[in-house]
């Protein structure tokens, strides 16, 4: 069986990534899990199941090539798999929880845990992050749960250990759950000095105008180079509603205007779009006016959660920013927008965030 070392290398005699110094000190981490996991149980009545390896908790700055190490090594593993955005799998255990409860279950951690260890052996999440004070409560007991069920973790995010949920309300509570993260995975730091997602983007043009067939080709070519052709479906939880973004890979997701505007969606919607993601396309979005006013309230708050987030932004649309909205209630006040919009261009945004 190939090792994450033979994929990584193959990667890079294929030409789909560059050689980087830091990923390849990074793999045998992953590969020490993969061999371990790889190993075929021993036989016998009165053996005892062997001790799950050891999980790996990766952190480092938005773009060295975390989830690309992580999807290299998913894709080595024989045994049940669960790879996900760690928000994504949040809000699904959230939406378990409630689900129980309405039946009458006081204490739903438990058996949400059990459904999830019974289901897979390793959970693969990118970019953890704890915001919400919700997370901050269930998380510990959640993965105690796991760790005793015998559930490896392997997890990227752009901080270390100590500053999740860092300044949060009650953060003495969630201490523990760093403790369990020190003691369960090891503990590394992917120290790449290459931003390969921001050079991907650096100095190429992401608003394009108008929203035709030359600037969806355009965006083909960007959106192909960001994710090498791998896609799935996101669905965030959002106050019992589900909000699915069925093109998304690795924190970047591709959507239509009407998709995300069209709809009956608001300010949670919206942060929580924002907070799972760290690139997002739009493509077609219109002029706006009068006519289509509550849309262009909707897209406003869209920009301002994903401006504050520092989200990627790269759009097609029926003009350049400043004449998108020029007539209409709501013309004066999309002028801030169109600020915005304007330097979300910029090849530096978002650069230093993480």
Not at 56 to 67: A, C, N, T
Not at 177 to 188: N, Q
Request: net charge negative.
């Amino acid at each position: 069986m190939k090792t994450v070392q033979d994929h990584y290398e193959a990667r890079v005699a294929s030409g789909r990534i560059k050689p980087d110094p830091a990923q390849r000190e990074a793999l045998p981490a992953f590969e020490r899990i993969r061999a371990a996991l790889a190993e075929p149980p021993k036989r016998g009545l009165f053996r005892k199941a062997p001790e799950p390896p050891k999980g790996l908790y990766m952190w480092g700055g938005v773009g060295r090539g975390k989830s690309m190490l992580m999807d290299l090594f998913v894709d080595t593993l024989n045994v049940p798999a669960r790879r996900a955005h760690f928000h994504a799998f949040m809000q699904e255990i959230h939406s378990e929880m409630h689900r129980l409860r309405g039946e009458g279950v006081a204490d739903p951690i438990k058996p949400v845990a059990k459904a999830v260890s019974d289901s897979v052996k390793v959970l693969a999440f990118d970019e953890m992050q704890i915001t919400d004070i919700t997370d901050a409560m269930i998380v510990g007991r959640l993965f105690e749960h796991l760790f005793e069920a015998g559930t490896v973790l392997v997890t990227t995010s752009n901080r270390v250990p100590d500053d999740l949920y860092k300044d949060g309300l009650n953060r003495q509570l969630f201490v523990p759950f760093i403790e369990l993260i020190k003691d369960r995975l090891e503990v590394r730091e992917l120290a790449s000095e290459t931003d390969y997602r921001q050079d991907r983007l650096a100095g190429a043009q992401v608003f394009f105008t108008p929203a035709n067939a030359e600037s969806r080709k355009q965006i083909d070519a960007i959106w192909e180079e960001l994710t090498h052709g791998s896609e799935e479906t996101l669905t965030l939880h959002v106050k019992g509603r589900k909000l699915e973004l069925p093109r998304y890979h690795n924190a970047m997701a591709r959507a239509s205007f009407y998709d995300l505007c069209g709809k009956m969606l608001g300010p949670a919607d919206y942060l929580a779009l924002a907070d799972a993601l760290r690139v997002l396309v739009i493509e077609g979005i219109p002029a706006l006016s009068r006519h289509n006013f509550n849309e262009a309230k909707r897209f406003v708050t869209l920009v301002d959660a994903l401006y504050e987030a520092k989200v990627r932004l790269i759009a097609s649309a029926a003009a350049q920013p400043e004449s998108l909205y020029i007539e209409g209630a709501g013309s004066f006040e999309f002028e801030r927008t169109a600020s915005r919009l304007r330097e979300m261009q910029a090849a530096e945004w978002g650069a230093n965030e993480g």
